[in-house]
């Protein structure tokens, strides 16, 4: 064999080689469709597009407050709602200023906002609980202890173990179940001033 037909079948090899890796490159790479939609599309498809207010939609308004309690009230879909797009209602019902919008349900907006409060039925209402190691007076019903009104002069520990134990359910009174949840209402929230008073007569004989 001449090495010049030599060299000719070592370039038809390399040709051949070259090709045959090129073509099941594209068989494996290129014949197949992209795993994932371009980035632009998964990311307008994820943010989705919020419906505008028609004169059909469904609003709600509530107030939410620290006691549970809501008051929800229905709200026309008056002029200058009609039409609005989500951020245009979410700049009208800023979540600075403790708004939340709710659109789960197909027609319909909740515009919500937490009150820093008791409801207005339950502002009057007292329960005793624990501060700092003291008997406490503290506003709204058992449950609800965001805001001590008073702190008597009482140790916790100079009390009777079996009322330092229902105050400390009274601490945790979400945790309980129903029907000791029902004994230290009886015991330990009142509704009026009155009550209370009376009940803070009994704690007189451990003040300091």
Known sequence: ???????HLIYLSV???????FAAFYGIYGGQRPLSKPETFV???AKGVKPTITPDT???KEIRYFCGDRVST??????DLIGL?????VSKYP?????????TVKNTLVLARMEQRVCPYHQDFRHLGIHDGFLAVYEGPLGHDYKVLQREDINVSSLPPEIQEDLNMAMDYNNQIPDTQGRLKLLYEFETDAQLNSALENFDEFKG
Do not use: H
């Open 74 to 79: 229905t709200i026309p879909t008056t002029s």
């Open 1 to 7: 064999m001449s090495k010049k037909y030599g060299n």
């Open 58 to 60: 469904v609003i709600r």
């Open 95 to 103: 979540p600075e200023a403790g708004w939340s919008i709710d659109d």
């Open 43 to 45: 990311q307008g498809a």
């Open 85 to 89: 797009d989500f951020a245009s209602l």
């Open 15 to 21: 040709v051949t080689v070259f090709l045959l890796s």
